[in-house]
Nanobody, 124 residues
Framework: QVHLVESGGGLVQTGGSLRLSCAGSGLTFSSHGMGWFRQAPGKEREFVAAITRSGGSTSYADSVKGRFTISRDNAKNTVYLQMNSLKPEDTAVYYC?????????????????WGQGTQVTVSS
């Protein structure tokens, strides 16, 4: 059974930083493209960042480009999201997701597995 477990969320002030982690088990981690999504109250889940299975290519939503960095460590079966210069509009539940394949994926329906989410709250 596949499990994706996010951690690292919390409360931070505007301009602060957080590093999210997502540990995978029950899957061949290095065969899966990984993504981060977020969902704010009353809004649809939206794409944040994605990375190919090798880590060689990444993609970002325009809203986070230049502030967030996605990376992965296949030896640790973990994907990370470094979030800098956080803004109140970044407040949401952040989810990681996995999709078997060789490219990165930016659409919710493309992903096969999801974590339970971790709350990120940015105070103004």
């Amino acid at each position: 059974q596949v499990h994706l477990v996010e951690s690292g969320g919390g409360l931070v002030q505007t301009g602060g930083s957080l590093r999210l982690s997502c540990a995978g088990s029950g899957l061949t981690f290095s065969s899966h493209g990984m993504g981060w999504f977020r969902q704010a109250p009353g809004k649809e889940r939206e794409f944040v960042a994605a990375i190919t299975r090798s880590g060689g290519s990444t993609s970002y939503a325009d809203s986070v480009k230049g502030r967030f960095t996605i990376s992965r460590d296949n030896a640790k079966n973990t994907v990370y999201l470094q979030m800098n210069s956080l803004k109140p509009e970044d407040t949401a539940v952040y989810y990681c997701a996995a999709k078997k394949g060789g490219r990165y994926y930016a659409l919710v329906y493309e992903y096969d597995y999801w974590g339970q989410g971790t709350q990120v709250t940015v105070s103004s």
